[in-house]
């Protein structure tokens, strides 16, 4: 529970929180959750019912960028001189 109560102190949106109310988040709230390589936790535009917070190890976080073409720019006009 110290382990955790410390690094919820690390955590900046927890800072201001006294010692009491980390442990009753750490005890209340928080379930420690182990993933494997490859896993998606969740998907962009599906509702999530939780917070997460990387305790140890790495994520990766990646969306789709959807790029629309762009005006033809005629450039004849400017190039002749």
């Given amino acids: 529970?110290?382990?955790?109560?410390?690094?919820?102190?690390?955590?900046?949106?927890?800072?201001h929180l006294t010692r009491m109310r980390l442990a009753k988040l750490a005890h209340y709230h928080l379930k420690k959750v182990k993933y494997c390589r490859g896993h998606y936790v969740y998907k962009k535009g599906e509702p999530s019912q939780s917070v997460y917070i990387v305790l140890s190890g790495e994520f990766q976080q990646t969306y789709e960028i959807i790029v629309k073409p762009s005006k033809k720019i005629e450039t004849d006009n400017y190039l002749k001189k």
């Fill in 1 to 15: 529970m110290d382990r955790m109560i410390a690094f919820l102190r690390d955590v900046p949106i927890f800072k």
